[in-house]
Structures are given as C-alpha cells and as structure tokens.
C-alpha cells in the first residue's frame, strides 16, 4: 500500500487507490531502494503528486519504507513517479571538513549519526583505518551522507536504512555463505532466466601500490610479505595471464593492502555473470544478499549467485530478483590501467553505449512497431515524412516525427502538438533532454558518461561587471611563463591559472611549472606551485607566495621552497617587506626556515639554520601592544644602601606579564669592583607577575692574625697548670655601608 503525504501538509496521510500493478519498490544492492508508480493523466491523485512530497511505502514482506518524489514525467496518457528512499535526515546538516585515523566503523558512524538514528551491525567490523577524500585530505563541506558514500569504500560494507525506525543497518556482503539450495533450468526454473555475461575487467594477476615514501619515492607493497611479489594471482578460472595494476595513496599498512587485493581479485579473476529471474522460481524464498547455487545446464557451470537487486510487487508472483556472481560494488574498484589516453577511454565510453544503441536499431527498424506517413502536397509533390509510433491513424498518433523542409522534430503531444526536440535547418539544436556518450573535437573531448573533460589549448571564462563595465577573466594556460624581477633571464614555465582584468589591474595567477630556464638552460625539476597577487599600479603593495621545488639561481642547486613574501612595492624590489620561508637543498648542506620584516634601516626577525646549529634572533625583544611578553625587564634607578653582613629584600613586579608560566630572575648588582665592597645578589621565589630578590653581603670586618698564651702554675712540685689563655688578634674593615642599583632581568619559563 502506499500513502501520499502532501507537500504542503506533510501530517496528511492520503491512501493511493491505484492497481497493484502499476508500482513496485526497488531494492538496492547499496541500499538505496526506489519507488516508481504509475498515474492516468485525469486521476484525482495527479494534482497533488508534486516533486519533494513523501510517499510512504507498507510493505507485507519487507519493513515499511518512506520515499521522496523526485521526478514525475507526463506522457500521453499516464504519468510516472520515480521516488527516491527519503535519507534527508542525512543531509540535513553539514560539515566544513571530516577525517579520521585509525578508526573502526563503530566509531566513524558515531561521528555521523543524525541526531534521533542509531545503528546496527557496525560492531562486527573490526577493522581500523583511514576515512578521507584523497591521501592526507579531508572531506570537505559534507553532509553525513556524502562520508558514507567514503565509508563504504574505507571499510568494504554497504547499508540498509530503516528510514521510518531510524535505523542504518551495516551489512556485509562477504558474511552471506550459500543456503544450500539450486537453481536450474532443469529443477525449479519454469523458464530460462535473463542472462548477462562479461569479462570486459577480467583478470587474473592483480598489482597493488599504496602510499608513495616521500624519502625513496617509492609506493608501499606487500612485497616483503608475499614471497617478494609485488601481486596476486588466481587461476581458478583460467591458466592465463592477465595483468591489471591498482594504486591507493590512502593504504599505508601493507597487511591491509595485500588483504584488499586478494578481495578485489577474487571478484575479477571470473567473468560478471548475472541472472534475472521471478521470484516464484524460487519458491519465494528470497531476500536481499540471500546466496544460492545456480546450474547452468546450457553453458555447463555452477556459481554462487548472491541476490543483488529485488523488485518487490503487490503481488509477490510478480517478484523479480537478479542474481550476481559479483557484488556491483566491487566491479568500479578496479581500474585497468593508472593512466589512460583519450582514445581508450573514447573506446570504452563507446562500449557503454553498446545497448543503448542496440535498442535504438530495433526500434527504428520495426522490433517495436512504428509507421511511417508522406504528407503531399497540392500538387502531389512529397513534403513531409512523418513517423507515428503509437498509432496508424495521424490524428489520434502521441509520439509523431516530422521531417520537412524547415527540419526534423519530435513531440509527445500529436502531429499538431509542441516539439521538445528540433534539428533546424539552419544548423541549430533545440532539446528539452538528450543522451550521449562523447562530445569530441580534435584532440579535445568531453565523455559525459565518466565526466572526463579533456581540452587542448588555451581556455577563457569571461565576466563583465555592468556597474564598473570592467571585464574579468579567467584563464587557464598550458604553457604559462613567470620570471624573476631581479633577474628577468631566471623563467619558469608550466601550466597556470590567470586571473585577468580589462581595468589597470595586473593580473594575480596560480602557476604549477615544472621547468625553469637557469643560465641559459632548461632545468626540469618536481612541480612547484606559484601563487602571485595581483596589483593595480607600479607601486602598489603585493604579495607572493611559492611551495615546492626550484633552482638557487646563486649556486644552480635543487631547492626545496616554501615562501610567502608580502611588500609595498611589488613590481619594483621594495626594501619595505615581510617574509616567511622554508629552504632545503637536496645535498642537505643547506636547510633554514624564518620570518623577518625589513626597511631602508635594516632587518628583523627570526632564523633557524640546522648547518649552524643556530637560532638567529634579530632585533629587540619585547612583547606586542597588548603585553604579555615573555621577556620582561624590571630595575630600581633609585640608590639603594645596605649594611655589613646583611640580607636586604625587594619585590619586584612586571607590568604586562605573560599568561602563562613563571618568570625566573637574574640579578645584577652594580659597584666598584676596585674596592673591598663586595655583594652577593640571589634570587628566589618565581612568580607569573612578580618575584623577590634578596641581597646579601660579607661581614664588614675580617680576622687577619690571633697571638695566644696560657698562663702556668706549679704546685708541690707537680708540673705547671694552665690557668687562663690570653688572646690577641688583628682585624681588617673590609667596607663601610655604600649605596649600589640593582637591576633584574626575567625570563619567562616553566617549572
């Protein structure tokens, strides 16, 4: 059954009454299952079925299922529906960027979950690995939608979607095993099943590459792992050989890259063999990844067949299902070669269109019917061709061709209905839709099949701003050429993106060039990428900015550069400047990176040079305008006075100190070093705003010499006893109270 929620009152729950028929759900392989129905032009329903509405699908074999209407096409006397599985909870919102590292499918799908949905399956996948755009790319401006598309190509899963319970289903196709049960022509078939064979993919030694080493230039392979082959092999269906490569910058773990390229050569080391069949051949025992043997008495084989598709009806007698020795999904993976020329993809973009071809021949020539008409005129003189399609009778006749002198043109409306479709006779094309394989001219194509767009030569993209009548461009050059100011004899060339302007302005551009002319010679070096601002006068300030590889023009050596500069005066060298920058040779004999601004007066900034071993600091060191500076400076100009033998303490307090962190004094203590006035200075007590500092000096006098006697007695004859010592000594003033400055310098550190 089928209820239609309007568009304009999503709570309405309207039941469509029409026969059984004329509609049926699709259930895809990938999950994304369809609905098409079927109205008369005249029904009621007509009116109110519009684009975007929801028609709610309750089925008695499967779950219930919610769609979006998202084409409706009117033909003479019926229109179609073709709804999509309403997933807009999942593009309801959107995120700048997404990327994960070494995570599990359970965890991803927590990042992406709309917010009420939750999941089921997720838990089986153990695996870990990477979800992102390209190699080190994220994701970007996408919807949880878009990353699933990522998701399952990351982890080798698809998923279902219980759109009304909220629930997304991971399912792996890989689990399904074979249910035991045959399928035969002989058995339980009542007639021969739609067959398709295929071997355009196959083969049967599959070499896989992961991410290239920046260092060796070198891609990862499972080589060391494999018995030292850099492929895998499977002969199971044929003893030749036959090669296909596969490169994925995203594998930096070569277990997962050899495991991925077994998977991926089972799939393709057999033909594509698919079968169309109803359902009620197989006793209606079916459901979606169901696996089961079919016998191929005609050609003489028996293949595991997974179900890939299944058109649920009213009626389950009208069921049909299509059964795969392939998983759809995993035909696209594969790609012959990693760079192809025009003229194979031309070749294969023509084979697509093989059937498409074949129906339109059988058509034309009467397979399907069709009669032709000559329209007279007075004087009996042929002036028209006229082919019905649908009927014998002119007048009655919905899809007519007329071929006349005005040109050839097509309707859906009658012989006196509008035409959608005209080849004038003055050369020109008017279409409401057409299909086709390859635009192609020269050496120059576009396969609107692939969306591969190739174009030699130059290319312009005009605007012109009526306010200003000025007239920008974009243009994009193959062959593009810079040079340096300094040194105009220094060019590099290589293809590029110009912004171009009819005003005065000079036109900014991104430059990708590979080769540099360096004293009169051509020098071929990796692709750097040259980003220049555009300027409207001589004097006016610039920027520029260069990432990659190049020539030192002062020693000829390979340099690796990342640079972005910003002056007053670009066009003419100005000394007013800032730069940033990054340099390496490839002898390593040189690598620096820094930042700096300069005047006529001199230079600031900071530089790194691992060939040194230094860090260059130039200039003063302080804090900016707002404060918090990590080097601060505190002293008393004032006179300070101290005693002999004493500890004297001052605080000491920054006036912007750093956020963060505690400062670690040093102090210096000024006096005469040609005196005997001697002053120790210490420091204690680090603080984030303030310290203490005591000072401490020597006694002011010192013993220099001591003279000692005991005084002696005898008694009875016994020998002398000491009675008493006398003590003499001598001292000297070493200094008496004087005033001294006391400075102090902080450093910002860490405990």
Known sequence: MLVLHELDDPSSNIVLDIPSSDWFVTHAYNGFDKLEFELPVNS????????????????????DMRFIVKNVDEHSDFVTVDCSIDLDDWQASIMKSFRTTNSTLDEVLEKILPIGWSKSGAEKFSKRTTVEANEGEPIKACTPLVVLDHVTEAYGCIFNFDNIGKVIYVINPDSEVASGEYVSDELNLSSRPGFVGNSSNFATRLYAYGKVDEATKEPLTFASINGGKEYVEDFRYSDKVVCIGWSDERYTVKENLLADAKRKLAEISKPVRSYSCKVEQLNYNVWMYRVVVLLDTVR???????????????????????????????????????????????????????????????????????????IFDADGNPMELVNLADSTDINKAKKVWRWNKSGLGHS????????????LNDGSINASMMTVGIIQGGNSYWNLNTGNLSLYGEFRAKFKDDATGITQTIHIDPDATTSLISDPSTVFRGPAILFESSDQYRYGMIHSYTRQKYNGQNVYTPSSIEVLGGVKYSDSPGGYGVFGSTVDTSNGKTLGNSFIMATSNYLAGSRYRADVWARVYEDHTYTDAGLSASDPNGQVGVQARIDTGYLYLGGYLGGFASGRATFQKCYWTSAQTTREYAYTRFTVTCDTPAKYGLYRPFCTIDSYLDSSKYIIGTTSNAGASGWNVWTETFPKQVITSISATWGTATISGVFDICTNLDMHWNSSNLYSNFTYLLYTIGVLGNI
């Open 44 to 63: 009621d329903y007509y009116a109110i079925v519009h684009e975007e509405c929801k028609v709610t699908f309750i089925g008695s074999r499967s779950r």
């Open 412 to 423: 859906n409306s009658g012989y006196n209905g509008s035409y959608d479709l005209a080849l």
């Open 300 to 374: 003489g084989i028996r293949v595991n067949h997974q179900v890939v598709e299944w058109k649920e009806h009213a009626n389950i007698a009208e069921d049909e299902v299509s059964l795969s020795a392939v998983q759809p999904t995993i035909e696209s993976l594969v790609q012959r070669s990693l760079k192809m020329d025009p003229t194979e993809l031309i070749k294969q973009a023509s084979n697509a269109y093989t059937d498409a071809i074949k129906r339109a021949t059988d058509l034309i020539t009467g397979s399907y019917g069709g009669y032709f008409k000559w």
